[in-house]
């Protein structure tokens, strides 16, 4: 803390400040914050988890498979021996090809790596326990469309390099200098044609906007020009009779832009999205490339992260939940499990009595709000069945061989899901990550193990900061349920309007003063945040420390709280809110984030939330007038 700031005047500041100041960003790190120095601990655990399987057979076929594919992902040797070989059946493949209809077959085969658009399985948006097919817009290689299509000098400048870099790496290649350049001139033009054609991040936050089930036939007249027979037999859907297109104006120009480009032009842009996609499992001189642009030009870290952290982050990648099995013995009892649930009940609770005490909802919605709230399945820690990875082949000296194993065996564990019931018991993160999520579709929260560890979720500490912190993380996914996407799915996880138009109006109202209110917050340069495009976080955010706030006064009702070095039980619940969010950024990352993450930058997170809190104006005294308390306070939930 820094209590030489007035928390009343800057609360971040205030809560942050000492922190800030002795935790330097590593060279390594494009940011560094509480979570991530969490990831570092697990990190170690994992290393070390990792370590001892690649050293010793005790006959564990789990343990076995994760240790070979992180021993063979340490063998830089191999790997450089091995130098272009592993790319070379693929060059060939696209090197030959003789026509623009057998584009088709090569996109197949890089299915892992979404060429040109992302084939997969998904719920159906209205009929959330089936399982379909669906196609969606991708195919680009900064991360996201507004990278190609902004006209400021910064966005000119970072073309510029993306250019170089992929001339660099077609260099890499075998390619000379003048075909290098007139390649990477090739993949900007397709790619920027994909872009102007993709929907904007803020259409995708309208899943009504991303459903458009589709015959076959249908998907042929939208694009011709691509020969879907021969990519859904080569895929491995040969069968498909229907799909959900989430962007068919995407899949139109997409047809449009092989019409209009030419055969070597298409060559260019699958040799770069090979190369791409591969680099950071080859050799020494295209690892370093890769970082130079994607790590250090794009997100400002000044060094790559040590062989070993990587090697970790695969296998997590690829084996997580192999990996995760082990880490959960080790780093999850069984005790923190049931205070985390009973905590994630506390705070359903506390949802539970705002809904009904809300002023502005008529009676019929509030039904359809409680029985979303009762359905919401609470996951703590790691699925209840584990993901059988035996099908999976990892050999201790094929890096790259082992990548493409775990690639092809996840996109045909997502293919085989197709025209089957959902598996409802299924998660997205890995234990070991530091992270938490509400799927809409699915109705369900998910906590990892990994964030659920001190100083986050601290059993040693008092309830107060532990509340502030986990308690409003749980509350922000809850929340998720009812942000402005998540109040459009139902108990089922279907897309429904549950909604009287009355009421949906006054959510508008509430949810626009939250979009006001985060697009006055200037973040760098003169770029503000994107109130719309961020607000279903802002929107969890401020919920979940309000319902946090709820449980915890509940819980200790009972009991006597005095103040702890100098700050009363509500400063503590406050500020261990705000710590959770303690952290540096480099400013080409918070420039990134702008553009790519629906979050917040951690500042506004913190500062942005207790000014629409009576409750926190009440714990610090603060006067009417000052910087943390606004006047108009906004409030959804
Ligand atoms: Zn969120």
């Given at each position: 803390m820094d209590r030489s700031v007035d928390p009343c005047t800057d609360f971040y500041a205030y809560s942050c400040g000492q922190w800030r100041k002795k935790n330097p960003i590593p060279a390594d790190e494009a940011s560094w914050g509480v979570t991530d120095k969490l990831q570092d601990d697990n990190l170690a655990v994992l290393r070390e988890i990792l370590e001892q399987a690649a050293a010793s057979?005790?006959?564990?076929p789990v343990r076995q498979k994760i240790g070979d594919f992180y021993a063979a992902c340490m063998d830089e040797k191999a790997i450089e021996v091995a130098g272009l070989a592993p790319l070379k059946a693929d060059l060939d493949r696209i090197e030959g090809l003789r026509d623009k209809r057998d584009l088709a077959d090569v996109a197949a085969r890089m299915i892992y790596t979404a060429v040109l658009f992302d084939f997969h399985s998904a719920q159906d948006?209205?009929?959330?326990?089936q399982v379909i097919a669906e196609i969606d817009q991708d195919g680009l290689s900064l991360p996201d469309r507004d990278f190609y299509l902004l006209q400021d000098p910064k966005s000119q400048r970072l073309r510029h390099a993306y250019r170089a870099h992929m001339a660099k790496m077609f260099m890499l290649l075998g390619d000379s200098p003048q075909a290098a350049a007139h390649e990477a001139h090739n993949v900007m033009r397709i790619e920027t044609a994909l872009a102007k054609a993709s929907l904007s991040r803020l259409d995708r936050r309208h899943p009504e906007k991303l459903y458009h089930p589709m015959s076959r036939a249908q998907l042929r007249q939208l694009s011709p020009s691509f020969d879907w027979e021969r990519y859904f037999g080569a895929a491995g859907a040969p069968g498909l009779t229907s799909l959900n297109v989430t962007a068919p104006g995407f899949f139109k120009a997409l047809g449009a832009e092989l019409d209009r480009g030419n055969l070597q032009g298409w060559k260019s842009y699958l040799r770069w999205h090979l190369v791409h996609a591969d680099a950071t499992h080859l050799s020494k001189a295209f690892v370093d490339a890769d970082f130079d642009f994607y790590g250090k030009t794009l997100q400002g870290a000044q060094e790559i992260q040590p062989r070993w952290k990587r090697c970790v982050n695969e296998t997590d990648i690829g084996l997580g939940e192999a990996l995760g099995q082990i880490y959960v013995e080790r780093a999850f009892s069984p005790q923190a499990k049931e205070r985390a649930l009973k905590m994630v009940q506390q705070i359903e609770e506390a949802m539970q009595e705002d809904i009904e005490s809300l002023?502005?909802?008529?009676d019929e919605t509030k039904r359809e709000a409680l029985a979303k709230l009762h359905a919401v399945a609470n996951k703590i820690g790691y699925p209840d069945k584990w993901r059988d990875y035996s099908a999976v082949k990892i050999l201790r000296d094929d890096e790259m061989g082992n990548v493409l194993q775990v690639r092809a065996f996840e996109f045909h564990r997502q293919l085989a899901k197709i025209g089957k019931p959902l598996d409802r018991g299924e998660w997205t993160m890995t234990p070991p990550t530091v992270n938490a999520y509400y799927d809409a579709q699915m109705n369900d929260i998910n906590f990892p193990a990994?964030?659920?560890?001190?100083?986050?979720?601290?059993?040693?500490?008092?309830d107060a900061p532990n509340y502030g912190d986990t308690g409003s993380t749980i509350g922000h996914e809850l929340t998720h349920g009812f942000d402005d996407e998540g109040r459009k799915f139902d108990a089922q996880g279907n897309l429904r309007d549950w909604w009287t138009p009355q009421d949906a109006k006054e959510f508008q109202k509430r949810a626009g003063c939250l979009a006001d209110q985060y697009s006055q917050y200037t973040v760098i340069d003169r770029l503000k945040i994107d109130g719309k495009v961020t607000l279903g976080e802002n929107v969890a955010d401020l919920a979940g420390l309000r319902l946090a706030y709820a449980a915890w006064k509940k819980q200790t009702q009972a009991q006597k709280l005095g103040p702890i070095e100098d700050l009363t039980p509500e400063q503590r619940f406050f500020v261990g809110y705000a710590q959770s969010w303690c952290s540096n950024t480099r400013d080409e990352t918070k420039r990134l984030r702008l553009m790519a993450d629906p979050h917040s930058p951690e500042e506004f997170r913190a500062n942005g939330v207790v000014s629409d809190m009576a409750e926190f104006q009440q714990a610090f005294r603060c006067k009417t007038?000052?910087?943390?308390?606004?006047?108009?306070v906004c409030r959804v939930w």
């Amino acid at each position: 803390m820094d209590r030489s700031v007035d928390p009343c005047t800057d609360f971040y500041a205030y809560s942050c400040g000492q922190w800030r100041k002795k935790n330097p960003i590593p060279a390594d790190e494009a940011s560094w914050g509480v979570t991530d120095k969490l990831q570092d601990d697990n990190l170690a655990v994992l290393r070390e988890i990792l370590e001892q399987a690649a050293a010793s057979a005790d006959g564990n076929p789990v343990r076995q498979k994760i240790g070979d594919f992180y021993a063979a992902c340490m063998d830089e040797k191999a790997i450089e021996v091995a130098g272009l070989a592993p790319l070379k059946a693929d060059l060939d493949r696209i090197e030959g090809l003789r026509d623009k209809r057998d584009l088709a077959d090569v996109a197949a085969r890089m299915i892992y790596t979404a060429v040109l658009f992302d084939f997969h399985s998904a719920q159906d948006y209205k009929n959330s326990s089936q399982v379909i097919a669906e196609i969606d817009q991708d195919g680009l290689s900064l991360p996201d469309r507004d990278f190609y299509l902004l006209q400021d000098p910064k966005s000119q400048r970072l073309r510029h390099a993306y250019r170089a870099h992929m001339a660099k790496m077609f260099m890499l290649l075998g390619d000379s200098p003048q075909a290098a350049a007139h390649e990477a001139h090739n993949v900007m033009r397709i790619e920027t044609a994909l872009a102007k054609a993709s929907l904007s991040r803020l259409d995708r936050r309208h899943p009504e906007k991303l459903y458009h089930p589709m015959s076959r036939a249908q998907l042929r007249q939208l694009s011709p020009s691509f020969d879907w027979e021969r990519y859904f037999g080569a895929a491995g859907a040969p069968g498909l009779t229907s799909l959900n297109v989430t962007a068919p104006g995407f899949f139109k120009a997409l047809g449009a832009e092989l019409d209009r480009g030419n055969l070597q032009g298409w060559k260019s842009y699958l040799r770069w999205h090979l190369v791409h996609a591969d680099a950071t499992h080859l050799s020494k001189a295209f690892v370093d490339a890769d970082f130079d642009f994607y790590g250090k030009t794009l997100q400002g870290a000044q060094e790559i992260q040590p062989r070993w952290k990587r090697c970790v982050n695969e296998t997590d990648i690829g084996l997580g939940e192999a990996l995760g099995q082990i880490y959960v013995e080790r780093a999850f009892s069984p005790q923190a499990k049931e205070r985390a649930l009973k905590m994630v009940q506390q705070i359903e609770e506390a949802m539970q009595e705002d809904i009904e005490s809300l002023p502005w909802m008529a009676d019929e919605t509030k039904r359809e709000a409680l029985a979303k709230l009762h359905a919401v399945a609470n996951k703590i820690g790691y699925p209840d069945k584990w993901r059988d990875y035996s099908a999976v082949k990892i050999l201790r000296d094929d890096e790259m061989g082992n990548v493409l194993q775990v690639r092809a065996f996840e996109f045909h564990r997502q293919l085989a899901k197709i025209g089957k019931p959902l598996d409802r018991g299924e998660w997205t993160m890995t234990p070991p990550t530091v992270n938490a999520y509400y799927d809409a579709q699915m109705n369900d929260i998910n906590f990892p193990a990994g964030i659920l560890q001190p100083p986050l979720f601290d059993p040693e500490s008092d309830d107060a900061p532990n509340y502030g912190d986990t308690g409003s993380t749980i509350g922000h996914e809850l929340t998720h349920g009812f942000d402005d996407e998540g109040r459009k799915f139902d108990a089922q996880g279907n897309l429904r309007d549950w909604w009287t138009p009355q009421d949906a109006k006054e959510f508008q109202k509430r949810a626009g003063c939250l979009a006001d209110q985060y697009s006055q917050y200037t973040v760098i340069d003169r770029l503000k945040i994107d109130g719309k495009v961020t607000l279903g976080e802002n929107v969890a955010d401020l919920a979940g420390l309000r319902l946090a706030y709820a449980a915890w006064k509940k819980q200790t009702q009972a009991q006597k709280l005095g103040p702890i070095e100098d700050l009363t039980p509500e400063q503590r619940f406050f500020v261990g809110y705000a710590q959770s969010w303690c952290s540096n950024t480099r400013d080409e990352t918070k420039r990134l984030r702008l553009m790519a993450d629906p979050h917040s930058p951690e500042e506004f997170r913190a500062n942005g939330v207790v000014s629409d809190m009576a409750e926190f104006q009440q714990a610090f005294r603060c006067k009417t007038g000052t910087p943390m308390v606004r006047k108009d306070v906004c409030r959804v939930w």
